[in-house]
């Protein structure tokens, strides 16, 4: 509370009740799977459009060479075709890829920023440079020259005094007050004060360019100087493409051009090829590659990079059906609670008895299953191929969301881009299938291909539907990340009127947006905090409790029509 100590009128804020609770994003997606090139550690990267996917991870790999492990690519393009705007991919490679790296002689080591034969057709172009000139105006001793000016000279440079057509090469021990003390003594008379030198002490560093297809980096003036701003090592660090490390280099008397690429004197630059980069063999790839290592903050992969990611809610790793991996995925859905599962079955896997085998697997509310594959055209192959349906089905996910809300079961929804199915299943075999928790897509005369199921794998009757689950999920991670304000207020009656007045406010604007049953908000939801939800002893350790109550809305997943025979009569 403020203090006064002098008459006067005083104006203060505060903070009156309610605070705003917003919704969250239920249509991010996130995929894990094969591509050409990217990082596979780290954090997933944020990809925006199709074009922005192949930027960054390249297009589509052959099914000779990974079989159904290379549908990552297929899967983002159905996303994105399908009505979703924004999704993050984490790269996996297998055990024995290798990144390509230049083979010569230079003391500058290259190596493609990851593994992958992509790495083969990045072209490094290096050509000298300097990043100051200056002249000598007088000789203080042997060794120390008063320059015109020292700007852009740094101890540990390497030098170059150019004379009478002859180069000498030192390093600079000082510069300062625009005087510079270099390693030995210039030969000669050094001193030139006439308004175009013939006599230049120039700074000795070197250009690099990379390039891969149609991206180009440009790293100016790069130095072998350790203690110059614009050292190799951290001048190139920002690379997309490359890390570039300086090996050891024998103490000599050339520039820096020189040193980092042994050419000759007279050499004006240096091309050449990364070289050894391989994709690896699809026997080299497990499971342990999809879950991904956990090493900490910044080196985890596969599922274990989305550890750090908040902002996926929906995921997928397409066309990856090993019961391990997706028991992975399941349990990360789990732990998290705010993101959902989409997972893929067997190609092979078309007789009913074969599909409820493998669904038999899996007991989750967390995650939903689809079957069959979809046909859809393959640029790379030039023909129509069958892909898993988790991407597009992804897509259509967030285009449900965006439009009607996760309320909504993402079911009777068209597949776009979707030319045929590997399997076209009849009216009784989805009858053994739906109860199941198996999402059947079919194939209807005139109305074209879609999502005929909206169940999920759990066998808990109260979470069968994928629109209940992922309802509950937007409602809590809302509720989770927009009371933060209340943790270590004081834990009594003012505190818990303002939680339940922020929350009843956020559950009235779900239900008034049709995502929560009953003809009033006291029907459709509760909200209680209080002495009837805490004791003493919560009070006492710190503990807030607030119990909530909603009632969703269900899908009419069985329309009935009753039709009997009117008489006139």
Same mark, same amino acid.
């Given at each position: 509370?403020?203090?006064?100590?002098?008459?006067?009128?005083?104006?203060?804020?505060?903070?009156?009740?309610? !605070?705003?609770?917003?919704?969250?994003?239920?249509?991010?997606?996130?995929?894990?799977?094969?591509? !050409?090139?990217?990082?596979?550690?780290?954090?997933?990267?944020?990809?925006?459009?199709?074009?922005?996917?192949?930027?960054?991870?390249?297009?589509?790999?052959?099914?000779?060479?990974?079989?159904?492990?290379?549908? #990552?690519?297929?899967?983002?393009?159905?996303?994105?075709?399908?009505?979703?705007?924004?999704?993050?991919?984490?790269?996996?490679?297998?055990?024995?890829?290798?990144?390509?790296?230049?083979?010569?002689?230079?003391?500058?080591?290259?190596?493609?920023?990851?593994?992958?034969?992509?790495?083969?057709?990045?072209?490094?172009?290096?050509? +000298?440079?300097?990043?100051?000139?200056?002249?000598?105006?007088?000789?203080?001793?042997?060794?120390?020259?008063?320059?015109?000016?020292?700007?852009?000279?740094?101890?540990?440079?390497?030098?170059?005094?150019?004379?009478?057509?002859?180069?000498?090469? #030192?390093?600079?021990?000082?510069?300062?007050?625009?005087?510079?003390?270099?390693?030995?003594?210039?030969?000669?008379? +050094?001193?030139?004060?006439?308004?175009?030198?013939?006599?230049?002490?120039?700074?000795?560093?070197?250009?690099?360019?990379?390039?891969?297809?149609?991206?180009?980096?440009?790293?100016?003036?790069?130095? #072998?100087?350790?203690?110059?701003?614009?050292?190799?090592?951290?001048?190139?660090?920002?690379?997309?493409?490359?890390?570039?490390?300086?090996?050891?280099?024998?103490?000599?008397?050339?520039?820096?051009?020189?040193?980092?690429?042994?050419?000759?004197?007279?050499?004006?630059?240096?091309?050449?090829?990364?070289?050894?980069?391989?994709?690896?063999?699809?026997?080299?790839?497990? !499971?342990?590659?999809?879950?991904?290592?956990?090493?900490?903050?910044?080196?985890?992969?596969?599922?274990?990079?989305?550890?750090?990611?908040?902002?996926?809610?929906?995921?997928?790793?397409?066309?990856?059906?090993?019961?391990?991996?997706?028991?992975?995925?399941?349990?990360?859905?789990?732990?998290?609670?705010?993101?959902?599962?989409?997972?893929?079955?067997?190609?092979?896997?078309?007789?009913?008895?074969?599909?409820?085998?493998?669904?038999?697997?899996?007991?989750?509310?967390?995650?939903?299953?689809?079957?069959?594959?979809?046909?859809?055209?393959?640029?790379?192959?030039?023909?129509?191929?069958?892909?898993?349906?988790?991407?597009?089905?992804?897509?259509?996910?967030?285009?449900?969301?965006?439009?009607?809300?996760?309320?909504?079961?993402?079911?009777?929804?068209?597949?776009?881009?979707?030319?045929?199915?590997?399997?076209?299943?009849?009216?009784?075999?989805?009858?053994?299938?739906?109860?199941?928790?198996?999402?059947?897509?079919?194939?209807?005369?005139?109305?074209?291909?879609?999502?005929?199921?909206?169940?999920?794998?759990?066998?808990?009757?109260?979470?069968?539907?994928?629109?209940?689950?992922?309802?509950?999920?937007?409602?809590?991670?809302?509720?989770?990340?927009?009371?933060?304000?209340?943790?270590?207020?004081?834990?009594?009656?003012?505190?818990?009127?303002?939680?339940?007045?922020?929350?009843?406010?956020?559950?009235?604007?779900?239900?008034?947006?049709?995502?929560?049953?009953?003809?009033?908000?006291?029907?459709?939801?509760?909200?209680?905090?209080?002495?009837?939800?805490?004791?003493?002893?919560?009070?006492?350790?710190?503990?807030?409790?607030?119990?909530?109550?909603?009632?969703?809305?269900?899908?009419?997943?069985?329309?009935?029509?009753?039709?009997?025979?009117?008489?006139?009569?």
């Amino acid at each position: 509370m403020a203090e006064y100590f002098s008459p006067g009128v005083y104006v203060e804020e505060f903070d009156s009740g309610t !605070q705003s609770l917003s919704g969250v994003s239920t249509s991010t997606a996130g995929f894990i799977g094969l591509a !050409q090139r990217g990082p596979i550690e780290g954090s997933p990267v944020l990809i925006k459009s199709l074009a922005n996917f192949r930027r960054t991870f390249g297009s589509y790999l052959s099914a000779t060479t990974f079989g159904s492990y290379r549908f #990552l690519a297929y899967a983002v393009e159905q996303f994105f075709l399908n009505g979703g705007s924004t999704c993050y991919v984490m790269r996996v490679a297998p055990s024995d890829a290798v990144a390509a790296s230049n083979s010569n002689s230079s003391a500058l080591s290259v190596i493609a920023k990851n593994p992958g034969g992509w790495g083969n057709d990045v072209r490094v172009l290096i050509t +000298p440079a300097s990043k100051a000139k200056t002249q000598i105006l007088e000789v203080i001793a042997s060794g120390t020259y008063r320059v015109k000016s020292n700007a852009g000279f740094v101890a540990g440079d390497t030098v170059t005094f150019v004379a009478g057509g002859k180069t000498q090469v #030192l390093k600079v021990i000082s510069a300062k007050d625009n005087t510079i003390v270099l390693s030995g003594e210039l030969e000669g008379d +050094p001193v030139d004060a006439g308004l175009l030198p013939a006599k230049v002490l120039s700074t000795s560093e070197f250009n690099i360019q990379v390039s891969y297809g149609d991206d180009s980096e440009t790293f100016e003036k790069c130095s #072998l100087n350790v203690e110059a701003a614009n050292y190799v090592e951290k001048v190139t660090g920002t690379s997309n493409l490359v890390s570039i490390a300086v090996g050891t280099i024998a103490d000599a008397t050339g520039t820096a051009f020189e040193a980092v690429t042994n050419a000759e004197e007279l050499a004006t630059d240096l091309t050449f090829f990364l070289q050894g980069g391989s994709d690896g063999t699809i026997e080299a790839l497990g !499971q342990d590659d999809f879950i991904g290592k956990d090493l900490g903050p910044g080196n985890r992969g596969g599922i274990n990079a989305f550890i750090e990611n908040d902002e996926v809610s929906i995921m997928a790793i397409p066309g990856v059906t090993e019961p391990a991996v997706l028991f992975a995925l399941i349990a990360h859905c789990e732990s998290r609670g705010d993101r959902f599962a989409i997972l893929d079955i067997p190609r092979e896997k078309t007789k009913v008895a074969d599909v409820l085998a493998y669904r038999n697997y899996f007991d989750t509310s967390y995650a939903a299953m689809y079957n069959p594959w979809v046909q859809v055209s393959d640029p790379l192959e030039k023909r129509n191929v069958y892909i898993p349906p988790s991407g597009t089905v992804a897509g259509i996910y967030a285009r449900v969301d965006d439009a009607r809300g996760v309320q909504k079961a993402p079911a009777n929804e068209t597949l776009r881009g979707v030319t045929g199915l590997d399997v076209q299943y009849s009216v009784t075999e989805q009858d053994l299938l739906n109860p199941q928790g198996v999402n059947l897509i079919r194939s209807f005369t005139g109305q074209g291909i879609r999502v005929w199921g909206a169940r999920t794998c759990s066998s808990n009757q109260l979470w069968k539907y994928v629109n209940v689950r992922r309802l509950f999920i937007f409602i809590e991670t809302a509720i989770l990340r927009g009371t933060n304000w209340v943790v270590f207020e004081p834990n009594d009656d003012p505190l818990w009127a303002r939680v339940r007045r922020t929350v009843d406010t956020f559950l009235t604007r779900v239900w008034r947006d049709g995502a929560l049953a009953g003809a009033s908000a006291s029907e459709a939801f509760y909200v209680n905090i209080g002495r009837d939800t805490m004791t003493q002893d919560d009070i006492d350790n710190g503990r807030l409790i607030c119990v909530i109550g909603i009632a969703p809305v269900k899908p009419a997943e069985f329309v009935v029509f009753r039709i009997t025979q009117k008489t006139s009569e």
